[in-house]
């Protein structure tokens, strides 16, 4: 038995991932929500990429105007969201239920101790 689900990407949907430019400069930022969310952004992600899931999750409010700005000044770049990888079956699920089935029924055949 194969139990393997094909899912989709829908590619016209808003971005999904941000990440900080890691050879930028100073660049000097007018919003105060700005400059606060890029100290989040240093302070927890550094370079690495994240999304604004990440970004709710920290407690961060209201931030995609100081965001937006990031990315407009350059600070954060928008990232493309990593490609589906290829269709293939998933054995693992498979083989526990090989594994639960087989131990049904070599307790049901087995005789118990008395």
Not at 44 to 68: H, I, P, Q, S
Not at 93 to 100: F, V
Request: proline share 6%; aromatic share 8%; charged share 20%.
């Amino acid at each position: 038995m194969m139990f393997a689900g094909k899912g989709f990407v829908r590619e016209d949907l808003e971005c999904s991932h941000y990440m900080k430019n890691f050879d930028v400069g100073h660049v000097p930022l007018r919003l105060a929500k700005a400059k606060q969310l890029l100290g989040t952004i240093n302070n927890n992600f550094g370079t690495l990429a994240f999304c604004r899931r990440y970004l709710d999750r920290l407690g961060e409010t209201k931030y995609l105007m100081a965001l937006k700005n990031l990315c407009d000044n350059g600070i954060v770049q928008v990232r493309e969201s990593p490609p589906s990888p290829p269709h293939r079956p998933i054995l693992v699920a498979d083989t526990l239920w090989l594994i639960t089935a087989f131990r049904t029924i070599r307790s049901r055949t087995l005789p118990c101790a008395t």
